[in-house]
């Protein structure tokens, strides 16, 4: 799972996240989720256009 915070941490007491994760195996299980601490705000339907490119674009990012 990649996690992304949308807001610094001394911007706001709760961090909005944007998470990319797998849920099961196959393509077209790749979604993103919205969390703010620990509730989910939004969630993209399975299998939404570009997931697996973002995980890994992202974890280059943050892995540097």
Do not use: C, D, Q
Not at 7 to 22: C, L, V
Not at 34 to 53: Q, Y
Request: glycine letters at 10%; charged letters at 25%.
């Amino acid at each position: 799972m990649l996690t992304k915070p949308l807001h610094s941490s001394h911007e706001a007491p709760e961090t909005k996240e944007i998470r990319i994760s797998r849920e099961g195996s196959g393509r077209n299980t790749w979604r993103w989720s919205i969390w703010k601490g620990s509730t989910l705000v939004a969630r993209s339907p399975a299998g939404f256009a570009g997931a697996e490119a973002a995980y890994e674009a992202g974890r280059r990012v943050l892995n540097r």
